[in-house]
Nanobody, 122 residues
Framework: QVQLVESGGGLVQTGGSLRLSCAAS????????MGWYRQAPGKQREYVGS???????HSADSVKDRFTITRDNAINSVALQMNSLKPEDTAIYYC????????????????WGQGTQVTVSS
């Protein structure tokens, strides 16, 4: 199995910064994409951004100028640096990876972390 563990959430004031980290572990053969989604109360899960193995990054327009995604392929980790936070960024943030497991010849599968709460106070 593949496990993802997130850390770094918390409470911050408007305009502040937080850094989320996520590490993948387990029987991993390869990871294609790592990234983040978020889900605010009463809303659907929303794409935040992702990064592939070559460093190509995609980000949602709502966060593009404020959030930065980085990845360390050596340790199967991804980070989300969030600056200029707004109350509307309040959500549970979920890390995911699209990966293939050792000994599994099938297509890559998405794995998810348990989520970490980010709350931005006004």
């Amino acid at each position: 199995q593949v496990q993802l563990v997130e850390s770094g959430g918390g409470l911050v004031q408007t305009g502040g910064s937080l850094r989320l980290s996520c590490a993948a572990s387990g029987s991993i053969r390869s990871i294609n994409v790592m990234g983040w989604y978020r889900q605010a109360p009463g809303k659907q899960r929303e794409y935040v951004g992702s990064i592939d193995g070559t460093g190509l990054i995609h980000s949602a327009d709502s966060v593009k100028d404020r959030f930065t995604i980085t990845r360390d392929n050596a340790i199967n980790s991804v980070a989300l640096q969030m600056n200029s936070l707004k109350p509307e960024d309040t959500a549970i943030y979920y890390c995911y990876c699209n990966a293939q497991r050792v000994g599994n010849p099938g297509p890559p599968v998405n794995y998810w972390g348990q989520g970490t709460q980010v709350t931005v106070s006004s």
